[in-house]
């Protein structure tokens, strides 16, 4: 039975404040993970003004995520930041459709050509989905198999090995408040259907899923055992670099068996 390797992804956010910051956080991520069997893929996405001095305090301890991306190839974007820009950088991984940039108008179309661009570009792209609320009825799944199907209708077949789902309902970023394990099983599931019927059952059931949302130190064994995700997007934990690697170690230990 081949091991299937899980993935651990710390999006920081616009934090810490300055560069000597993130190079101490990094530097402690990177001290934190030795202890640790190395079995899981471990990538820090740090606010993009960042991404040089994190990836040289990591000293190759983690890879290089970016939180966003430009669809565009380069010329008059003022802001903007290109794929093969992240490539010289020696990012491999980018957060594509974050709901704090969906919640600033980013629309399904334009996540949909970020993701296109990313993985076209050889990134990997981690396409985040999630639901602003539960209701009764469950018409979350709808809005969830909207934002998957615009995403991924127009991914090259070739490409689809670059793509990385992260479930994230926006009702537990941030909050404390985290999905149940029952819940995270359940949408793994109800994603994996919705990318068999775009792409097939072959390819849905080795794309990556993730789950996000306040994933802790505490809750993370969990989550994992029970939830059947193959890792987790994790924000205000990663930049404590001990309970991040408590999380990576908790992925190490509960890693599913294909
Ligand atoms: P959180 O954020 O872990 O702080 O809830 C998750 C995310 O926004 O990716």
């Not at 999630?130 to 490409?159: P, V």
């Amino acid at each position: 039975m081949a091991r299937v390797r899980p993935l651990i992804i710390g999006n920081w956010k616009m934090n810490p404040a300055t560069v000597s910051q993130a190079g101490r956080v990094a530097r402690g991520v990177a001290e934190a993970l030795k202890g640790l069997t190395g079995e899981a893929t471990v990538v820090v996405a740090p606010p993009t003004a960042f991404l040089t001095e994190v990836a040289e305090s990591g000293a190759g301890r983690f890879l290089l995520g970016a939180q966003s991306v430009s669809p565009e190839e380069g010329g008059a974007y003022t802001g903007g930041t290109s794929v093969s820009m992240l490539r010289s950088l020696r990012v491999s991984h980018v957060i594509v459709g974050h709901s704090e940039l969906r919640a600033k108008g980013l629309t399904d179309t334009e996540i949909a050509r970020i993701l296109e661009a990313t993985v076209k570009g050889k990134l990997v792209g981690v396409l985040c989905v999630g639901e602003c609320e539960r209701d009764a009825q469950g018409q979350y799944f709808g809005i969830i198999e909207n934002q998957l199907t615009s995403a991924l209708a127009h991914i090259a077949q070739q490409d689809q090995s670059r793509v990385v789902i992260a479930y994230e309902p926006i009702w537990a970023i941030g909050t404390g408040v985290n999905a149940t394990a029952g819940d995270i099983h359940e949408m793994q599931l109800f994603i994996q259907k919705v990318v068999a019927d775009l792409w097939d059952r072959e390819t849905a059931t080795r794309v990556p899923i993730l789950y996000g949302g306040s994933v802790s130190g505490d809750n993370a064994a969990e989550l994992l055992k029970e939830g059947g995700v193959r890792g987790f997007l994790v924000g205000g934990a990663s930049l404590r670099p001990r309970e991040f690697s408590t999380i990576v170690k908790h992925a190490e230990h509960y890693a599913r068996f294909a």
